[in-house]
């Protein structure tokens, strides 16, 4: 798991990412706001850990800035999980538009 860690306070970073490492964790640390959106745009991260009070840009803009960038991302969904699932439906009903379907699933559930 690759965590992208925000925080501009030294030794509190120090701490967390040193815990984080001990536990096998890949940690990516920062100190500003700047960094933090750099980061997000160059690497994909399973978490990110946000000092909300960073100075000049602080941890909610990150936040909104990361889930603005992810909403404008195309959605496109496969259900059914593992490919011979897809397949298996795929081959019982061929004429099913299979990747309509699973968008309009994914779009009614989620918006």
Known sequence: MRILLVEDDR???????????????????VDTGELADQALMLHTYDLAILDIGLPMVDGLTVLRRARAAIAELPL????????????????????????AFSRQVVEDRLG
């Open 76 to 99: 496109l969904a496969k259900m059914n999980g593992a490919v011979g699932n897809y397949n298996a439906h795929l081959a019982a009903y061929p004429a099913h538009d299979w990747e």
């Open 11 to 29: 030794m509190l970073a120090d701490a967390i990412g040193r815990a984080l490492m001990q536990s096998a964790y890949a940690v990516d640390a």
